[in-house]
């Protein structure tokens, strides 16, 4: 029996007429939630899924449950987005089950996943490459539950004629065509018909590999995330390799981007522990990792820029996600303050360019990256500063410093200080 405090939680059913969630229905309902049908109709069966979808609605009607449905058009989406039908429905199923969640419609959103999808799940991960968190197979997380993740089909449906419960049969669950119902209808039945506990053993598989992931999880340093950038302490990466893999994998997700970056990848980032500060390794989505003295920061590669020549003797600009300000002072402000005069005509603000030289007041004429390198300024971070230079000739590095010819001095009639946003240095 439900405990008092459950009928204050409003459960989200997702129920699509088949036996499985029509069975999870049916066991909420007498467990006295508060629940709330979700039903999605995916456009892909024709008249027979709209059947379905009306089945659910005169089933909800007629025992007084409430009853939210949505039709979407899955083989629409999957054209469109080159994706199989199975993905495109499960994309926009979620993308509604998301928006009620986020909205407060429901608290939490049941699905009626069994120990057979759960071993179907797992095995296809399997076939395809995967680790130790591919082999959790479905899993509880934030918002949603799985009721009947313990029991079989075959306890399902029998729960079903003991307790007279009607649904719908989906033709499409026979078709081979979908990967999942052939890992469903070929290989399972002779998996079982050799090992009959087979289910039972893939379920304590994915306990155990649930139990492991959380222990990696436990051991990783979290990466830190800013503006551009996420990086790691080089430390966090003197570990074991599974535990470093771990680590820079999590960063990945922390930035959304994982599905394509393989254990090759993940061992290429962690090698540059051992190399030379400044070092790089090119990675999918436009990504790169670079050693930047004790840390490895995983940034976005950006083309060099510029903007049309601003008014130096004043104004407000913003270039790309970045804002800076020239602005006319009385007040000399060491490194920011320079003489708009002593600007060539055709400089331009950009980002730094190969061969440019930069002279800082009272010092020597060097490379500018000699000059960022002597600063300790972090490569991805050098990359991003913004500069005044006409042709390869650096007359401020805005935020940083100021170039000799541009220095303030007794022959000075303007002065202009340079002020930047907050983000500049995310």
């Known amino acids: 029996m439900a405990s008092d405090n459950s009928k204050t939680i409003i459960s989200g059913v997702a129920v699509s007429g088949g036996v499985d969630s029509m069975v999870m229905l049916d ?33 909800c009607k007629e025992r007084g449950i409430k009853c939210l449905t949505y039709a979407v058009d ?18 926009l199923r979620y993308e509604i089950f998301d928006k009620l969640l986020k909205e407060k419609t429901v608290d939490e959103i049941n699905l009626a996943h069994h120990l057979n999808d759960q071993v179907e799940t ?4 399997i076939f395809r490459g995967t ?49 999942r119902n052939y890992i469903r209808h070929e290989i399972c039945p002779q998996i079982k018909a050799r090992f009959p506990h087979y289910e039972r053993a893939m379920l304590r598989l994915s306990r155990l590999a649930d139990e492991v992931e959380d222990y990696m999880l436990s051991m990783c340093v979290p990466p830190t995330v800013s503006g551009f950038e ?46 030379g500060n400044g070092s790089m390794v090119n990675l999918p989505f436009g990504i790169d990792a670079i050693r930047n003295y004790n840390r490895i920061s995983l940034v976005f590669r950006e083309k060099k820029r510029e903007m049309d020549e601003p008014y130096f003797d004043g104004g407000y600009y913003e270039f790309g996600p970045f804002s800076y300000e020239f602005k006319p002072t009385d007040e000399l402000v060491k490194r920011l303050t320079f003489d708009p005069d002593k600007i060539p005509e ?11 030289e930069f002279r800082r007041c009272g010092g020597k004429n060097k490379s500018l990256s000699d000059y960022l390198t002597d600063l300790k300024i972090p490569k991805n971070m050098r990359d991003k500063l913004l500069v005044i230079a006409c042709g390869k000739r650096v007359y401020a590095v805005l935020g940083v410093d100021i170039a000799e010819e541009v220095k303030i001095d007794e022959n000075t009639l303007r002065m202009v200080k340079i002020e930047i946003g907050e983000n500049y240095y995310a």
């Open 27 to 59: 066991v909420l309902v007498k467990e006295k939630k508060n629940v709330v049908v979700i039903n999605v109709e995916h456009g892909i069966r024709g008249d027979a899924s709209v059947s379905d979808s009306e089945f659910v609605a005169e089933y």
């Open 122 to 125: 797992m095995l296809m991960r």
């Open 131 to 179: 680790g130790i968190r591919g082999l959790r197979g479905i899993v509880d997380r934030e918002g949603y539950r799985h009721p009947l993740i313990g029991y079989t089909k075959q306890e399902i449906i029998d729960y079903a004629v003991d307790n007279g419960i009607p649904y719908r049969e989906d033709a499409t669950n026979l078709e081979t065509r979908y990967t």
């Open 230 to 275: 996420t990086s790691l302490p080089i430390a966090a990466l003197e570990t074991h390799p599974a535990i470093a893999k771990k680590t820079v994998a999590e960063a990945f997700r922390a930035m959304g981007y994982l599905n394509d970056i393989d254990s090759a990848h993940l061992g290429d980032i962690i090698a540059l522990v051992k190399a």
């Open 346 to 356: 055709g400089a331009r603000v950009r980002t730094r360019e190969a061969g440019d």
């Open 74 to 91: 899955a083989p629409q989406y999957a054209r469109e987005n080159n994706v199989s039908i199975e993905l495109a429905a499960r994309t």
